[in-house]
């Protein structure tokens, strides 16, 4: 299975479970942090209401089933961006104004020092307690 189908797959795997927490937001932040290509900590960052001037807005309505599809659809041809990294975190902030979805997608990639720096025996080696040229 190709790296990108297996991630699609997981991002709908991902949908499905935020699905109904969706269904009770207009925004937010769906995020998904990804490790060796596959996808192990995600979820819903949202304020829990929004204000205009000093009162909260009462009533907001979440996303409808067709605008969960819609992002759904959008995040999964976002993919197609995440080229060269297999650490990281994809962030899909979305907002529903004046009826419309509205979606900004961010990658994040991330790297591990550790894994590019040579491996020392911590008993002697570079790095056991002198600094060069102290």
Known sequence: MEMSEALTKQLNMVFGKLSEELSNLSSGI?????????????GIR?????????????GTSGLT??????????AIQALSHKV???HGEIQFEFAVRQGKLRLSIT????YNMSSL?????LGGGWGAGEVEGA
Not at 52 to 57: A, G, I, N, V, Y
Not at 65 to 74: G, I, K, L, V, Y
């Open 30 to 42: 769906v995020f998904v942090q990804i490790r060796n290509n596959v996808i192990g900590k995600f």
């Open 46 to 58: 949202h304020d829990p209401f929004e204000t205009s001037k000093t009162r909260p807005f009462q």
């Open 65 to 74: 089933e067709a605008q969960r599809n819609d992002f759904r659809r959008m």
């Open 84 to 86: 060269g990294w297999t």
């Open 107 to 110: 990658f994040e990639s991330n």
């Open 117 to 121: 720096l040579p491996k020392f025996d």
